[in-house]
């Protein structure tokens, strides 16, 4: 599975939007961009996954690049409980290469911190 | 529609015990992982497995840590002797196999070693 690199760290007033980055440079056509968020001791938590295009749901957006190298996951009007750690991970579809392994592998993330 | 549900929430051993930690899957799914998160750290695999079979061990350590899943019943993560060390908190996730492929994270469980 191609590496990310996240920032460590951002701050995002409350209400606004929150604009996470993430590069992939070394991503293949076949690896899929995923995103999660890890709460203070909770579990890990799905928000939104993308292949080439953009992705929309309940939770966020997920905007990838034409050249998929990077891509944004936008929060559009944070709250305080989305203070988390925001995961970036790229992994193959193992659906799509004819393979079986569905783990995925964390990174350090970014932590997001939303002010009052 | 329950969640994945980790048991227990918290557990205390003293050095050389045995912990269990248990998993029970979201409904209709086979295949469960193991994660371990160490104090401020990141999350790191242990083990992938589907029903009755280990597909990836390639991050639990190789002596005392041990998984199942059985045909019947929750998945096990069992950790002999433990030490100071294996203190962390143990997440265990669930999926369908199918696209997208999504894991679903339990709440995990604390160890703490004495």
């Known amino acids: 599975d191609a590496k990310t690199t996240q920032p460590p760290s951002m701050d995002c007033a409350e209400g606004r939007a929150a604009n996470l980055p993430c590069n992939h440079s070394t991503i293949s056509g076949n690896e899929y961009v995923y995103w999660y968020r890890q709460i203070h001791s909770q579990g890990p938590q799905y928000i939104i996954h993308g292949l080439k295009n953009n992705e929309t749901n309940e939770m966020a957006s997920l905007i990838i690049t034409e050249d998929r190298k990077s891509s944004t996951l936008i929060l559009p009007h944070a709250t305080l409980r989305d203070t988390a750690v925001y995961y970036c991970?790229?992994?193959?579809?193992?659906?799509?290469?004819?393979?079986?392994?569905?783990?995925?592998?964390f990174g350090k993330g970014t932590l997001l911190t939303v002010n009052p | 529609n329950a969640g994945v549900m980790q048991n227990p929430r918290h557990l205390v051993r003293r050095r050389g015990q045995e912990a269990r930690l248990r998993c029970s899957p979201m409904k209709g799914h086979s295949h469960v992982y193991w994660y371990r998160q160490l104090p401020e750290e990141g999350l790191k695999f242990m083990v992938y497995?589907?029903?009755?079979?280990?597909?990836?061990e390639s991050g639990m350590p190789k002596e005392r840590f041990s998984a199942e899943f059985p045909k019947e019943g929750p998945s096990i993560l069992r950790i002999q002797q433990v030490v100071r060390g294996d203190s962390a908190a143990y997440f265990c996730a669930s999926s369908s196999g199918t696209e997208p492929g999504e894991l679903f994270f339990g709440e995990g469980s604390r160890l703490t070693v004495l």
């Open positions: 991970i790229v992994r193959v579809a193992p659906w799509n290469s004819g393979g079986s392994n569905y783990k995925l592998t």
């Open positions: 497995l589907q029903k009755e079979n280990i597909i990836d």
